[in-house]
Structures are given as C-alpha cells and as structure tokens.
C-alpha cells in the first residue's frame, strides 16, 4: 500500500482514524482513504481539496466524496477531520474557520505536517480556534496533533477573508484581492512587476494568464488592452476565487478555470503570460513548469508569443528552446529574467 510520511504517521496511530464520517483537507494523493476504509467498512469518507490535481487523483478512489472549492460547504457533519498543515499560515486559520459549520464539540481534529513545514507553532496558532491542542506523534520528519475546535455555529464569510491591495505601474492603477494561502497575497511579487514592465506593447486577441494567483497579470492585460479575451487558469481554487474577485473590482471579464499544468486548457492562444510556480515545500521543482512548456506550443496560434518570468538560476532558455523555438531573454533584472518565443508556423 502506498503511503506518504505524512499517511504513515498517521496509520501509526490507526486508534484515532476510526470514523463514520471523516473529512479529509488536503492530503496528499496516496492510498490512506482505502486504509482508512479498512478499519471501518462503513466510513462515509469526504475529501476536500484545493488543488485541482489531489482533487482529480482522490476522485478515482471509490466510495468517496469530492469537493474542489474555495469553500467548503456541506450538510454533512463530520465526527473526525484530517488536515494537512498548509505552507501559509494564514491559510490554517482560514481552513479552520470554515468548518464551523460541519463539525461539532466531539469532532476530533488531527493536524499533521512535515517538520520543515512549520507545523511547530500549530498550537499558538490556532490557540483561539481550539479548546485544546496535544502533541500525538513523531516519525518520518512529520509532527501529528489532536486539538477540538470551538468555532461550532460561528458564521463563515468568505468575503471577510480576503486581502486588497492596489498596484500602480505605468501609469496603471488596479485592485487586487487575494484570499489565504495565494502567491502574492499582500502585495505585487517583484517578478511579476518586471514581467508587467517587459509585456508586449500592443496585445490582441485570446490571453492566457497561466498559474494566474490572484489574477494580476490578466487584470494588467485587460486594463491597458481593451481588445482582448482574458482567460486565467490556475491549479488552486482559492487562486481562481481571488481572481474572480480581483476582476470584478476592476470591472473586468474573464473565463477563470482550473487545470493541473495543461490538463484542461482546450483552446488556442495569441498570447500565453505566466510567472509560473517553481517550488514545491522548499525545494525547487521544475516538473509542473516543464510539463506547461512541453506542451504549450499546441495552444498556441501561429505567431503565437510566450512571455514568462522565472529566477535567473532557473535555466528555463534550454528548455523552452527545445519545446517551442528560438527564445530571447527581453530582460534580466533583480534576479528575475523575461522570456519570450514566438511560434512560427
């Protein structure tokens, strides 16, 4: 059976996984639902997720609900819920909020997480949330914590959780709402600033904001070229909800989905703009980024152009070479390099 660490500390105290109708936030894609299946062949077991590729692998597990949102909502109520520790720690609180609705004082509550991921400091962080939180375990590199949340019947407002911002570049001035847990949460990352600084001057037609967070790119594009079609995909539900949200504030439209790197972008486009995510924990992870490069070029129209950001230590040159063509370095700035192909077909 395959299990992560985070799963097998868990199993490791298979006392406390017994439930008739578990919740599970998050967790990696591994086969601890059907384990958790065996201990009790009437668990009711709920996944929910964020992330659109845990959200797809946990839907191929059978006799289970799945729910993709930036919010949960369920008329379920859940004696057990099972928590990966988030990378924000905003996003823990967030999470922890929502369940007002669906769990109870004797739900119990198990928070596990890496070492490194910062789940040392659950129990301050939460101290106001819980009426208590304990220490269970250790193993794998992995901490494991039961706590009781005391939030039942507080009302939940997911509009109350969002952070605004406003950005001011060339001579552009728009909001930006972002929710707990979205890369640029609290201001403009530098990247894409010098992204924006380096964009095409004239662009026309189809965009696609790729990995688009909170929606900036896209709400550039669309404040400074009325003449185009924004389209932002994300792997996040709380980036596509805070992208949603950031147009509407700019009274912006556009088509906002979900798809793990390529995997639901059906359409064809004349421009592709990204500052696409390359960390996973705290180690650098090329694969999501060189899946979108290997396989972008279809979705784009001849003379079609690309144009991402990355660190300049990430050799992303070689790499959109070999996938799509001639590329340029259009600028090298505070560590951060602009890329940009045009297909010619």
């Known amino acids: 059976m395959h299990l992560t660490n985070l799963s097998q500390l868990l199993v490791r105290n298979d006392d406390l996984l017994t439930a008739k109708f578990p919740l599970l936030i998050n967790m990696p894609n591994d086969e601890l639902a059907q384990y958790m299946q065996t201990l009790n062949?009437?668990?009711?077991?709920?996944?929910?997720?964020?992330?659109?590729?845990?959200?797809?692998?946990?839907?191929q597990i059978t006799d289970c609900s799945c729910i993709f949102a930036a919010q949960l909502h369920t008329e379920q109520i859940h004696d057990?819920?099972?928590?990966?520790?988030?990378?924000?720690?905003?996003?823990?609180?967030?999470t922890l909020a929502m369940l007002a609705h669906c769990t109870t004082a004797t739900t119990k509550l198990l928070v596990v997480g890496e070492n490194k991921s910062g789940i040392k400091s659950v129990n301050k962080l939460i101290a106001k949330q819980v009426s208590f939180c304990e220490k269970v375990d250790a193993a794998r590199h992995c901490l494991?914590?039961?706590?009781?949340?005391?939030?039942?019947?507080?009302?939940?407002?997911?509009?109350d959780w969002y952070s605004y911002y406003s950005v001011e570049l060339n001579k552009s001035t728009f909001k930006v709402a972002a929710l707990p847990g979205v890369f640029s949460?609290?201001?403009?990352?530098?990247?894409?600033?010098?992204?924006?600084?380096?964009?095409?001057?004239?662009?026309?037609?189809?965009?696609?904001?790729?990995?688009?967070?909170?929606?900036?790119i896209a709400t550039y594009i669309g404040l400074t070229n009325r003449n185009t079609e924004l389209h932002l995909a994300d792997v996040s539900a709380l980036a596509l909800a805070s992208s949603a949200k950031t147009l509407e504030l700019n009274n912006l439209y556009g088509k906002t989905f979900a798809t793990n790197s390529l995997s639901h972008i059906t359409e064809q486009y004349q421009h592709v703009?990204?500052?696409?995510?390359?960390?996973?924990?705290?180690?650098?992870?090329?694969?999501?980024?060189?899946?979108?490069?290997?396989?972008?070029?279809?979705?784009?129209?001849?003379?079609?152009?690309?144009?991402?950001?990355?660190?300049?230590?990430?050799?992303?040159?070689?790499?959109?070479?070999?996938?799509?063509?001639?590329?340029?370095?259009?600028?090298?700035?505070?560590?951060?390099?602009?890329?940009q192909t045009r297909i010619s077909r």
């Open 41 to 59: 062949t009437e668990t009711q077991l709920t996944f929910y997720d964020t992330n659109f590729e845990q959200h797809n692998y946990h839907q």
């Open 80 to 94: 057990l819920v099972i928590l990966r520790f988030p990378k924000s720690k905003n996003e823990l609180t967030f």
């Open 144 to 159: 494991l914590f039961e706590a009781a949340l005391i939030n039942h019947g507080d009302l939940f407002n997911l509009e």
């Open 185 to 216: 949460q609290a201001k403009l990352d530098m990247g894409t600033a010098i992204l924006l600084e380096n964009l095409p001057n004239t662009i026309e037609g189809k965009v696609l904001d790729f990995g688009c967070g909170a929606g900036v």
């Open 273 to 339: 703009i990204s500052n696409p995510p390359f960390h996973q924990g705290i180690a650098t992870h090329y694969a999501a980024t060189e899946t979108f490069l290997d396989g972008v070029k279809k979705h784009l129209t001849k003379q079609g152009i690309l144009t991402i950001v990355a660190n300049s230590f990430l050799k992303y040159q070689p790499i959109i070479e070999r996938s799509i063509g001639k590329t340029v370095k259009l600028c090298v700035k505070s560590g951060f390099t602009i890329y």
